[in-house]
């Protein structure tokens, strides 16, 4: 039996209530208010029905064709329609899809590109890079000397200049694009000219963006790139984890380091997840998702600005926005504390140059990957945009928001008809 928990729920539930429990009381979460954290999606039930096999069972070290486990033929195959896949879907010469997550296929990429103590060029957490992508909390800053690159304190956006007169003076081994919170497309182009310049890999880490650039409404940087990390979980739509696509010159390097260097055994289950959402996004259906994601994004940027909340870089052309709250007088803790009490999941947020903190930002980041696979439109999001304005201004409004909040999600339920009790399966 097939269900939004698992292909087998009822025995889980049978055999273990306390676990079946908190998975129906975390989907009642999911679906009973409005998730708007930007990296967060709804799967497919294909995607969870591949999640929630027996393919977890087997153990596949290596690579399809080159196992040290006997009984591969079959995941091998599964594999390989991964791979095919998503070369075919964003036209790379090589794919590896065993990175369980995006934090480990940048570390693979590290390991394949790079050696500790090696000049990396990347961009700072604080305007929206990736804990990956240097920050002293992680290998990457530990074990490599990171030279960040930020956005213009005017413009908000990112500063070619910068970042070119940077890799001149740093001579940087590997310079790496992509970002965490960045709501404007990157000019992979320009980064692959400054990386020719002075010799470097160059590294694009679109975890957040791969969906868009599947859908075709973002610029692809597989024609620019030595290697491409992404996650398989945010605007693409697929399981939790990692991929990367890389160029044949550095395919056996990538391969070496995600296996043996950093992981053991892949997830097979999750591998074969993977090929479903790479099936997925290659749909015209997915295309038109994408276009959505990015038309509402926008739709959400103009109604929340229009109530005060400044856009960072003055609007968006992804799937996120960022926004600076300190003409409200409220913190992004306080206003992400505000928004969930009224059923509203979104995230605080550092914005370039902030005089607040990590845990007090100047700022909150949404996005619409959710909302949007729920079949939300442009009224919705002028509907959310008026919800999520009034929660941060104005604590005492909560109790009419909630019953708004309500109104959206019954009209667009996440996983409309999955059960809601244990038992209901
Ligand atoms: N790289 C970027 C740019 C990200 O935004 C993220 C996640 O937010 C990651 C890497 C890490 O992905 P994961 O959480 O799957 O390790």
Not at 223 to 247: M, N
Not at 376 to 398: C, F, K, T
């Amino acid at each position: 039996m097939e269900s939004y928990y698992g292909p087998d729920f009822s025995s889980l539930a049978r055999e273990d209530p306390d676990v079946a429990r908190l998975l129906v009381e975390e989907l009642a979460r999911q679906r009973g208010g409005l998730q708007l954290i930007a990296s967060e999606n709804y799967t497919s039930p294909a995607v969870l029905a591949a999640m929630g096999s027996t393919l977890t069972n087997k153990y596949a070290e290596g690579y399809p064709g080159r196992r040290y486990y006997g009984g591969c033929e079959v995941v091998d195959r599964a594999e390989l329609l991964a791979i095919e896949r998503a070369k075919r879907l964003f036209g790379a010469e090589h794919a590896n899809v065993q990175p369980h997550s995006g934090a480990s296929a940048n570390l693979a990429a590290y390991a394949a590109l790079v050696r500790p103590g090696d000049t990396v060029l990347a961009m700072a957490l604080e305007h929206g890079g990736h804990l990956t992508h240097g920050s002293r909390l992680n290998f990457s800053g530990r074990w490599f000397d990171v030279v960040s690159y930020g956005v213009r304190r005017d413009t908000e956006l990112l500063d070619y200049d910068e970042v070119r007169d940077l890799a001149l003076r740093h001579a940087p081994k590997m310079i790496i694009c992509g970002a965490t919170a960045y709501p404007r497309p990157i000019d992979f182009a320009a980064f692959r000219g400054i990386a020719d310049e002075v010799g470097a890999w160059l590294l694009a880490d679109v975890a957040h963006t791969m969906g868009l650039v599947a859908g075709g409404v973002a610029p692809s940087p597989v024609p620019y790139a030595d290697a491409v990390t992404f996650t398989t979980h945010k605007t693409l739509r697929g399981p939790r984890g990692g991929a990367i696509l890389c160029t044949e010159e550095v395919a056996r390097r990538i391969d070496r380091a995600v296996f043996p260097f950093v992981q053991g055994g892949p997830m097979m289950h999750v591998v074969a997840a993977k090929a479903v959402a790479f099936g997925e996004a290659a749909r015209p259906e997915f295309a038109e998702y994408a276009e959505r994601v990015v038309a509402n994004a926008r739709t959400l940027t103009a109604t929340l600005e229009a109530a005060g909340m400044r856009p960072v870089t003055g609007g968006t052309d992804t799937h996120l926005a960022v926004f600076d709250l300190r003409d409200l007088g409220v913190d992004g803790a306080t206003a992400e504390r505000r928004c969930a009490e009224a059923g509203v999941t979104l995230n605080r947020s550092v914005i370039p140059y902030d005089p607040g903190s990590p845990s007090r930002t100047s700022g909150i980041r949404l996005g619409t990957p959710c909302v949007t696979s729920q079949g939300m439109g442009p009224d919705e999001m002028e509907e959310i945009g008026s919800i999520v304005a009034q929660a941060v201004r104005n604590p005492n409004a909560v109790a009419s928001l909630i019953t708004r909040v309500k109104a959206l999600v019954s009209a667009h339920p996440a996983y409309g008809d999955a059960p809601t009790a244990v038992g209901d399966d």
